[in-house]
């Protein structure tokens, strides 16, 4: 079998071609018969009209000659001559003789009749123009000649010169009684009238003729073209066809001559023009002894039809056999072509049914209704340690532990004859599995039936439940690390506020009163347990990561020696700290105070690990990641992290404890030397830099913790040693809000104690009053979560739409993170979450946040003229004058370290944002310019990126780019967002719900 399409269409073309060579040979074949017998019909057609002829003629003369021997004619024609000798009149003799001949051509159809003697005189005749006789005399002396020799003979054809018409003329000699010869009967004879009904019958096919024509060619008797004959202006209109009309001859013969055979028939088939110049075909019978000629034709489309109709019945038949060939050729393909499709698809599912049951992560396995097993997929020899070869034909109780393995079998026959599912058809349990190294391991299996060859087949889908219960584990420690992590936001803010008070009674304390000896030593330890109380507190939440920890980039090694004189102040004695730190800068991106209580964290748990003394080594090395492992090397362009390795020579970590260390409250310590928090915070602190932690240890041999960071872009870094610096007071007025009032009040007596004037407020209600009434207020601080109306946000969202030009700070026992569900649809308090002193805090803390607040300088004075009347844009505005004003303040206070690009980045993030959140405002208000408003605010995006690009290294640079960022951000509020006003006012509060929504969609993003 051919097995390319075009190969059988190239067999069908072949195919056709050889029945078109069957088809032309039959064709030929029919053709030649059919000739054959048109060339009979035609001879036989020829040889009837001759015979017909023949027998018309020799009837003729029958006739004639018949009439010359009737007695009364003898004895006229006696008395005549009898008359003419005696030189008497023979008138009434010649009178009772017309009238005997003229009954005699009346009831024969004859034209004239002549009665002469031998010498040529007439004694009768109808005809009183004798010219014609005459002419036979004259030209046709032969005639005569025969007729006196006592033989009845027709004439060719005689044509008369007066009358231009031609007769034939049959006669006969006339005898009398003795035998002697007394004279000639001549009549004439039209061959048209003579031979009409044998030429008009003679015929083949509905377009055939048969006619005659004289020795000389010319035509003898009636055409059917007479109608094509006086079109062609041959005959008059009303006039027949004559016998003067020539005909070639030669056209009839064979090769264009006669043959001088007595009736000899010859048949042209090859087709000619007639004398009508119609295309003909037919055929000529000849003989010399006749006077004429009979010819018969047919008009060769006539003659030719049958074989042309079988011809086009030939092609079409042909035509219709070669398309119907290659359609069933082409609907054969498609099949063909359908089946190998299905075929593939049927080995592709195949395929992919073996390659799923092989790969799948499941191990599947297939036994007989015996529990043999016939199938054991790849994923199944993993699992259980086999491989294929080793169990298919075994029962399958050999993968499972006992008891489970003894009872197998009783599984399968209870489920058999009960049809009681436990484990078939069900949805599958967890059980045990047995590998084959004999261990037992966790699995949840589930089993189905099926039915092949009428046989039941059982299949296994069986996974290994070793990762999913490390994995439950995991999700059981995530889901304690959260409860703990709401623990610790839910006290954090009442627990900061206690040691706030504590903290700050304290330190009062130890201002106002001059404390010596003993008492000072209380205080102090006094006040070292509450340092430890909040550095407890921000472990609790640097390990919930519910704050915002900001970062910046650090080189190692100052980091490390940072807090190189607090990790010494932390380990006994007896431990010698050994640093070995590279010689080469690394930077690294990171949260500088918790990579400094890390670092501590590690060093305090080494030193508890070695009460007798030991030795602890800080390292640091660049290394690279190779095949997803991190390499050590030296410090070149392959390198994209830093190692900061802390090893000690204590006693140890087990390694069944070893995967527990991060865990949040475990310890391996006494109860009352340990919180457990520690190495969490470690982990937190390193995953949140984008980091990676190792640790290994063995029991006797120490421990080695290793710190992977990602080298981050070398930039200005940040001072890693802090001055104490001594703070600035003022004579600024301060609004207080702060529900602890005693936490209130420390605060009031140390701002107070340096120059300020307070005023406090317990709630936001109250704030705001004072608000009202006192216009000179210069700052508020306000704590963020309050009893009341008003949080911490909503109070300074109100307040400095009171005051357009109001300084506000916030703080916190919480964080940003944790109150972002109090900022509600406002981008202003989203805003001041970057500017929160977290509590508790001390005298200078308290003193440098304030002073930092009150120094911010003003570039752009908020007015009413700025406000638009929607109340979420005004603020959204306001949010990017600050950011300018912060721009403003950084560079009046040092234009050389002004990081340009980090505000201009900010205001850029703030902006878009804000543009965005414009545009839903358009969107709900159906602002009828919203299209056109929102190309402009494309062209805003692009002349802030356009800034973006610049450089601004002098100071002239910068304050012209404070102005441009001045005119773009008061030309947008003037010119686009107040046209905006009236429409959005009909739906304030469809607007407020979207973009509350829409803000906190982008919070959680």
């Known amino acids: 079998m051919l097995k390319k399409p075009r190969n059988r269409y190239i067999l069908g073309l072949l195919t056709c071609l050889l029945t078109a060579i069957v088809i032309l040979f039959i064709e030929q074949d029919i053709e030649r018969k059919f000739l054959d017998q048109l060339s009979t019909n035609l001879a036989s057609q020829l040889k009837t009209a001759d015979v017909t002829t023949d027998f018309v003629t020799d009837k003729n003369r029958r006739t004639i000659k018949s009439e010359a021997q009737q007695p009364y004619i003898i004895k006229q024609l006696e008395q005549i001559l009898e008359l003419q000798r005696q030189n008497k009149s023979f008138a009434s003799n010649s009178i009772q003789l017309d009238k005997a001949l003229n009954n005699f051509i009346s009831v024969h159809q004859y034209r004239n009749y002549y009665v002469i003697t031998p010498q040529n005189l007439i004694l009768a005749s109808s005809d009183s123009n004798l010219n014609s006789l005459e002419h036979l005399n004259t030209n046709h002396a032969y005639f005569l000649n025969l007729i006196w020799k006592s033989e009845t003979v027709i004439s060719f054809p005689i044509k008369n010169p007066d009358t231009n018409e031609s007769k034939v003329y049959l006669g006969t000699a006339i005898s009398d009684v003795d035998g ?37 060619g010319l035509l003898l008797t009636a055409s059917r073209y007479n109608p094509v004959l006086r079109e062609r202006g041959l005959i008059g209109e009303h006039e027949n066809a004559k016998l003067n009309l020539n005909v070639d001859i030669s056209m009839l013969t064979v090769n264009g001559q006669l043959v001088d055979e007595e009736n000899s028939i010859y048949v042209n088939l090859l087709g000619y023009p007639n004398y009508a110049q119609i295309d003909v075909v037919g055929a000529i019978i000849y003989n010399p002894s006749k006077p004429h000629f009979i010819i018969t034709e047919l008009k060769r489309e006539d003659a030719f039809s049958p074989i042309i109709n079988i011809r086009q019945v030939s092609i079409i038949s042909f035509l219709f056999y070669c398309c119907f060939l290659l359609y069933m050729i082409y609907l054969f393909n498609q099949y063909k072509s359908n089946l190998d499709q299905q075929k593939n698809q049927l080995e592709t599912s195949k395929l992919r049914l073996r390659l799923a049951f092989e790969n799948i992560p499941s191990g599947n396995i297939i036994s007989d209704w015996n529990g043999n097993i016939e199938e054991f997929s790849k994923s199944a020899e993993s699992i259980f340690g086999y491989t294929s070869e080793e169990v298919i034909g075994k029962n399958i109780s050999l993968l499972m532990p006992k008891p489970h393995q003894t009872k197998h079998d009783g599984y399968l026959k209870k489920y058999l004859h009960t049809g009681n599912e436990k484990i078939i058809g069900s949805g599958g349990q967890d059980t045990n599995g047995l590998h084959k190294d004999g261990h037992i391991f966790p699995i949840h299996i589930c089993i189905g039936t099926m039915v092949t060859d009428n046989e039941l087949h059982f299949i296994a889908s069986i996974t290994d439940q070793t990762i999913q219960s490390k994995i439950k584990k995991q999700l059981y420690n995530f889901q304690k690390m959260k409860a703990i992590g709401q623990l610790a936001g839910g006290i954090a803010h009442d627990f900061n506020n206690l040691l706030g008070i504590a903290m700050g009674n304290l330190q009062l ?108 080594k800080i390292e640091t090395c660049f290394c690279y990641r190779k095949d997803n492992q991190l390499i050590t090397g030296e410090a070149d362009s392959l390198n994209n992290y830093i190692q900061l390795t802390v090893s000690d020579t204590g006693e140890g970590i087990s390694l069944d404890k070893l995967d527990n260390i991060f865990e949040p409250f475990y310890t391996t310590k006494e109860r009352d030397k340990g919180t457990g928090l520690g190495l969490a915070m470690v982990y937190n602190f390193i995953k949140h830099s984008q980091g990676e932690i190792e640790v290994s240890s063995e029991l006797g041999s120490g421990t080695v913790f290793k710190l992977f960071f990602p080298i981050a872009e070398e930039t200005e870094c940040e001072s890693t040693t802090i001055e104490r610096m001594e703070t600035k007071g003022g004579d600024e007025t301060i609004l207080l809000v702060d529900d602890e009032e005693d936490l209130l009040t420390i605060a009031k007596y140390n701002l107070e104690d340096v120059g300020y004037r307070v005023i406090c407020a317990t709630t936001g209600d109250e704030a705001l009053k004072i608000i009202k009434q006192n216009q000179h207020i210069d700052l508020v601080l306000t704590d963020i979560i309050m009893p009341g109306q008003f949080n911490g946000f909503e109070l300074a969202v109100e307040a400095m739409s009171l005051s357009n030009n109001l300084k506000i700070a916030l703080t916190s026992g919480f964080t940003a993170k944790a109150s972002e569900k109090l900022i509600n649809a406002n981008l202003l308090a989203q805003y001041m979450t970057h500017n929160i002193l977290p509590k508790p805090y001390n005298q200078h803390e308290l003193l440098t946040f304030v002073r930092d607040n009150l120094n911010q300088k003003i570039y752009i004075q908020w007015q009413d003229d700025y406000k638009s009347g929607i109340v979420p844009l005004d603020t959204d505005h306001l949010v990017q004058s600050m950011i300018i004003n912060r721009f403003y303040t950084a560079i009046m206070d040092d234009s050389n370290n002004v990081d340009v690009k980090h505000y201009l980045s900010e205001l850029i993030e703030y902006s878009n944002l804000h543009l965005k959140r414009e545009e839903l405002i358009l969107l709900i208000c159906d602002y009828p310019d919203r299209e056109e408003h929102c190309k402009l605010h494309i062209k805003k995006k692009n002349e802030l990126s356009q800034l973006l690009q610049g450089q601004y290294s002098t100071q002239e640079s910068k304050v012209e780019l404070l102005k441009t960022l001045k005119s773009w951000l008061l030309n947008h509020i003037a010119h686009e967002d107040k046209q905006i006003a009236v429409y959005a006012a009909q739906h304030a509060d469809e607007i407020y719900e979207a973009l509350k929504k829409d803000l906190e969609t982008s919070l959680l993003s």
């Open 180 to 216: 002697q010869l007394i004279g000639a009967l001549i009549v004439s004879t039209s061959i048209q009238e003579q031979f009409k009904t044998i030429f008009n019958s003679a015929k083949v096919g509905i377009t055939g003729e048969t006619y005659a024509i004289s020795r000389n």
């Open 509 to 616: 304390l130890e201002r106002t009163t001059k404390l010596e000896g003993k008492s000072k030593n209380k205080v102090d330890t006094a006040l070292q347990a509450l340092d430890r109380g909040a550095t407890l507190t921000r472990q609790l939440l640097n390990f919930t990561r519910a704050d915002d920890t900001t970062t910046s980039v650090i080189d190692i090694r100052d980091g490390i020696l940072g807090v190189q004189n607090l990790i010494e102040q932390t380990v006994s004695k007896k431990v010698i700290i050994e640093y070995n730190l590279t010689s080469a800068p690394g930077y690294i991106d990171v949260n500088y105070g918790d990579f400094g209580d890390a670092l501590i964290n590690l060093t305090s748990n080494s030193n508890d690990s070695m009460p007798m003394g030991g030795s602890i």
